[in-house]
């Protein structure tokens, strides 16, 4: 069985960040299936990245479409929608169910007063919970 990867990531980009998303999307597996949160941001350029390089593409939906990529279906070979009611964490705990590993993305590191409440850093901690292998990079240390 191939590898499964949930990738969580901010969703404030700054110029010259897609440099580090494209380094660590071209250093995972072929042949591994890829989960994505279908969010504006980072969530967008992963789905735009690996489904242009031929990879599996599955996204899970938040039931709150507000920060929803509008062009999400362009960009995926399967999804599912979080049913209503159900909040961004329990998306992140089905994300992190599905896959075999997680990378994160963050735009400050864990300790960095505000990312305490930050998706990705809540994200990683649940992969974390769930003891999955986590990979997190950083992209304003």
Not at 11 to 18: K, M, N, S, V, W
Not at 59 to 71: F, I, M, N, Y
Request: aromatic share 6%; with cysteine; charged share 30%.
């Amino acid at each position: 069985m191939s590898e499964i990867i949930t990738w969580i990531a901010t969703r404030r980009l700054e110029e010259g960040d897609d440099q580090v998303f494209i380094r660590l999307v071209d250093a995972t597996d072929p042949n591994a299936k890829h989960i994505v949160g279908g969010c504006i941001g980072g969530d967008a350029l992963l789905a735009r990245l690996l489904y242009a390089r031929g990879r599996m593409v599955h996204v899970v939906v938040p039931a709150d479409r507000s920060k929803v990529d509008p062009d999400w279906r362009l960009f995926c070979t399967s999804y599912e929608l979080m049913p209503e009611g159900t909040t961004y964490r329990q998306r992140d705990e089905r994300m992190v169910l599905l896959g075999t590993r997680l990378i994160g993305i963050a735009n400050r590191p864990e300790k960095h007063g505000a990312s305490i409440y930050l998706d990705a850093w809540m994200t990683v901690r649940i992969a974390r919970d769930m003891h999955r292998p986590v990979e997190a990079s950083v992209l304003r240390p």
